[in-house]
């Protein structure tokens, strides 16, 4: 059921990009041939007017086929007799909706949830940043030269730290201050879990059970997603780091587990996993105050999220060249149904199903419209660019040629989306 609704989810998408260029198109005057979604052989269409609405065979992407899109035409509303500003807002209209849907969404997540600031609100008291001056209650504001505007821009930018010293930005007071912060290495180290993620890191939820790991005793035992931990042996438990504290002294021993679910206490037996962590580097801030706020800081901080977002798009792509970034972590479209199928299954109420689908449909969506605009062959970048150098020429480039620079464009995302297809299928068997 999940792995459907994340088809519908990712096809929304795509009919949400496909009809911002139809849109623009009909109000431009263009004669549009067929709105489609998906590509390869039509399953099936229904004609409406002019336009033919289809659906095709492979589940990968869909368009809009204008008169004169593809080759020459004499008709007045063909696509290539238009100006160029109204080729290049048609073409550009599809990444644009794919942002402003972005933008809708994650306001109605950020109103639900509330949402993350820049303002610090725990710093590891033994770490380098409390060491270097970084206090709860600051507010970053860059890392290395680069302006913070949402915690995930700090999380993108410490991402491929090494422990050369960086230059943090902080705000305190109104006063903006700037600190050398030097990571220290955490080596890679094994632990003991009970096998689940919680709901939140800390606070009252830290022991509610958000999803339960694959393949641990903890799946085998009957552990599921909402059960409350109350108890481990004879200690009581309210919270996650009584579980860590817990666990640090238990070891592999089977720990009798007290759970709340559905009003009754249940005891469980589980024996603990053994986790091995990655050497990290860190700085030590490790957290960022959450806050609400009313319609209008909604959307504001919507923007913010969404041009961090999209920000994230390029430097990503810049890692994976600079090879700072593994290419196995690309992800197909098999991984991202698997990624929105999972983060539904892991919400424990129906509210929290659309909240969390909300939220990884937008950040799906913003991704979709940036990659969009990259002047890549068969991408509406490439085609913006296209026309450009048409304004420039002013001449325009034979549509067969285009098409055939399209066509070469596709053949090479095909190959790219083989190979991001075959690190999700990795993943899923644990071979990645």
Do not use: W
Not at 168 to 197: H, N, Q
């Amino acid at each position: 059921m999940n792995i459907f609704i994340a088809v519908i989810a990712l096809s929304f998408l795509i009919l949400v990009h496909e009809f911002g260029h139809f849109i623009a198109a009909k109000l431009s005057g263009i004669k549009v041939e067929e709105f489609s979604l998906f590509m390869g052989p039509k399953l099936f269409g229904i004609q409406r007017g002019e336009t033919m609405y289809s659906v095709r065979l492979v589940p990968l992407g869909g368009y809009v086929k204008m008169e004169g899109e593809e080759e020459a035409s004499d008709d007045e509303r063909a696509f290539n007799k238009k100006p160029i500003p109204v080729r290049m807002a048609v073409i550009f209209a599809g990444p644009l909706m794919n942002l402003l849907i972005a933008v809708i969404f994650v306001a109605i997540v950020f109103s639900a949830s509330g949402f993350s600031t820049t303002e610090i609100s725990s710093v590891a008291p033994d770490s380098p940043a409390y060491a270097a001056g970084i206090r709860n209650g600051d507010t970053i504001v860059s890392y290395n030269g680069k302006r913070i505007y949402h915690p995930s821009d700090y999380v993108l930018f410490s991402y491929t730290q090494n422990n050369e010293p960086v230059k943090i930005g902080i705000k305190r007071d109104k006063e903006i201050i700037e600190v050398m912060v030097t990571p220290e290495v955490i080596p890679a180290k094994t632990s003991y879990i009970l096998g689940f993620t919680p709901k939140e890191s800390e606070g009252p939820e830290s022991n509610v059970v958000a999803s339960v790991l694959s393949g641990t005793d903890a799946e085998k035992a009957g552990l599921k997603a909402g059960d409350r931990i109350v108890g481990l042996n004879d200690v009581e438990i309210t919270s996650r780091q009584d579980i860590a504290d817990f666990m640090a002294k238990n070891n592999d021993a089977p720990v009798q587990v007290t759970v709340e679910r559905g009003g009754q206490k249940l005891t469980l037996v589980i024996k603990p996993a053994l986790q091995t962590t990655k050497e990290t580097i860190s700085i030590g801030i490790n957290r960022f105050k959450y806050a609400r706020g009313n319609l209008l800081e909604n959307i504001k901080q919507s923007v913010i999220y969404n041009y961090s977002t999209a920000r994230s798009v390029y430097y990503s792509f810049l890692y994976l060249i600079q090879r700072k970034v593994p290419a196995n972590e690309m992800m197909g479209p098999i991984g991202i149904v698997t990624t929105i199928g999972e983060t539904v299954e892991m919400s424990q109420t129906i509210k929290d199903k659309l909240v969390n689908l909300v939220g990884i449909t937008s950040l799906i969506s913003v991704n979709l419209g940036i990659m969009n605009l990259i002047p890549f062959p068969a991408l509406d970048g490439s085609k913006i660019i296209i026309l450009i150098i048409e304004a420039i020429r002013r001449k325009a480039m034979p549509p067969e040629k285009e098409a055939i620079i399209s066509m070469v464009g596709l053949v090479l995302l095909l190959v790219l989306m083989v190979f991001a297809t075959s690190n999700d299928i990795m993943r899923i068997f644990g071979a990645g």
